[in-house]
Each structure stands twice: as structure tokens, then as C-alpha cells.
């Protein structure tokens, strides 16, 4: 909620689009979840920035959703009123994950 607090979206905006530098990984978020106090936009992880192998220069993480919407590398964060692209939804999967 910092995040949104200081980048915050237009009123009623339903969704978050979060995607990786190379566009090779992208992860839609929608507004309750992405705002949920277990949702944390991170950039240190033990008092240091966070090095590659742990997401940097920035990650997502929750308890409230799989793995697999807790997005890596962060190069895009988007608000849209339509509904994003997710990388594993357009593969079969569920696109809450976890809600």
C-alpha cells in the first residue's frame, strides 16, 4: 500500500499488470489483492538489495497467492481497468492462484 499510496492508481482501477524487463514473465494482480498488508513489493531482502537470484531489483511476495503470481524481476507495474495478461492463466491455470 506505500506503492500505491505514493504511485496511486485513478479511482476504481480493478487491476495490476506486473512484468518482467525482457517481457518473457507477466502476472495480473487485481486491486484487493495487490493491496492486501501480505502483499509486499520488496527490494532488500536481510537489510541488502535484493541480488538477481532473489528477484532484483524488485519482487513480489505474499502468503495470499501460489508461487506462481509472485512475480520476479519487476521492469513494469501497470494499472488497468481490464483485465492483464498472466502468463500461467493463459496456460490453464487458475488467474486468482490462490484467492
Sequence with gaps: SDFAAKFAPPPNTKYVSLVTP???YYVGWDMPSILHPQTL???EMNGQPLTPIHGAPL???TTTKYG???IKRIGRIEYTND???DYWAERGYDWYSGH
Design 22 to 24: 525482457d517481457r518473457g
Design 41 to 43: 513489493l520488496a527490494y
Design 59 to 61: 519482487r513480489l511476495v
Design 68 to 70: 506462481i503470481k509472485q
Design 83 to 85: 483485465r492483464p495478461a
